[in-house]
């Protein structure tokens, strides 16, 4: 793949959010020299103060605007979750790539109609961000699971946890219930360990179990602002709310070839930051990830001694190698799995080919997650497995005009 973007004819981006993840998004295009040209935010004050800090040329002042700036050709949604949807089909719509955080909707619905959307489009690029997929040691997981070298996969296992809603003073908006699956940890944490596990085996969960947990029923939301991450406390005072969203999920699964998995997902485990652990279990081997250690990867082995692997370009299969920069000893961590994600993208968009593969995260793997989300939260109701409704089947295409013969 191309090593670098900046000698490629790229379009500009702008970006929506300015939260703890918009910038993110802002340094990652930066560092692959894409440029971004503009930024809106939820009020046009914030938005004005964060484009100063970080040297944004332009801040809009709806997306109307930002839609009828021609020279944006690739919009990057990093707004609250209810707003994603929405944001993403107008964008669609503008004829604009559109990279999406997750989750890409609150509901199957939207998701699916998104999907029908980008899927009339197939120039347009419709990606969502699902960075953990590009730590490199992920990558290399999934080529050796896919190889075979590990032998049929008979299990997964993992979690993701954090410990910033462990208070009942800490407060954020994705507390608040979406209207819908009413899911938080599963859905904001659980998804990218999802789609990490699908993404590794290439195997769609298909059946899940699901317990969950509201450790605070009634936490103290702040009068003002609250930041993503920001701790205990509130500027201006607070008032008592009900909190129905889960703080702990754990999740049994069932994938589409047979393997088994299990993980539990947590906002209120002290002293874990942001911790995601993965391990795949073969019948001739496994391998395990631990994000606090994301230069190592753990491969074991009955027969002989277990053993660990550093992140080294060199050592790596070349599918991971494409995507690690540094060389061995140098750390690549959280800030490159963007970086690397998005170069993946605007690969794809500087060659202009729809038939090219598409190899990042697509409209159709925020699909999936909705639906498996639908799951997650019908088992918690119903105390039992649920099946994960299928994905609408893409449209054949239209079968060749019949000739008259004279």
Known sequence: MTRSLHELDLPAAAVIGGGFIGPVHVEALRRNGIEVRGLLGGSIERARTLARRLGIPRVYASLDELLGDDAVG?????????????????????????????????????????????RARPGLAAAVNYNVRYYPLCLEMRERVRSGEIGRVLAVTG???????????????????????????AADVGTHWM??????????IEEVCADLLTVHPRRMKPLGPSDTFG????????????????????????????????????????????????????SRGSLAWDSDAANQLWIGSRQGASRLLERDPSLLSPAAAAFSDYPGGH????????????????????????????????FADGDQEARICEAIAQSARTHAWATVAPAAPEPSPPAPARTQTP
């Open 331 to 362: 750390p690549e961590g959280f800030p490159e799995t963007f970086k690397q994600l998005h170069r993946d993208i605007y690969t794809w968009i500087a060659a202009r080919d729809p038939a090219r593969a598409v190899t990042f995260p697509s």
């Open 231 to 282: 701790g205990s406390g509130a500027k201006g005072g607070a008032a008592a709310v009900e909190v129905t969203t889960d703080d702990y999920a754990a999740v049994m699964l069932r994938f589409a070839e047979g393997a088994r998995g299990l993980f539990h997902v947590s906002q209120v485990t002290a002293g874990r930051k942001n911790r995601l652990w993965i391990e795949i279990s073969g």
């Open 159 to 185: 979690s993701y946890v954090q410990d910033w809603l462990l208070e009942p003073t800490d407060y954020n908006w994705r507390v608040e219930s979406d209207g819908q699956t009413n899911l938080r940890a």
């Open 74 to 118: 690739a919009v990057h949604v990093a707004s609250p979750n209810a707003a994603h949807a929405e944001q993403a089909q107008r964008v669609l719509e503008a004829s604009k790539h559109v990279i999406c955080e997750k989750p890409l909707g609150i509901s199957a619905r939207e998701t699916a109609r998104l999907l029908e959307t980008a």
């Open 195 to 204: 789609d990490l596990a699908q993404s590794i085996l290439g195997q769609r």
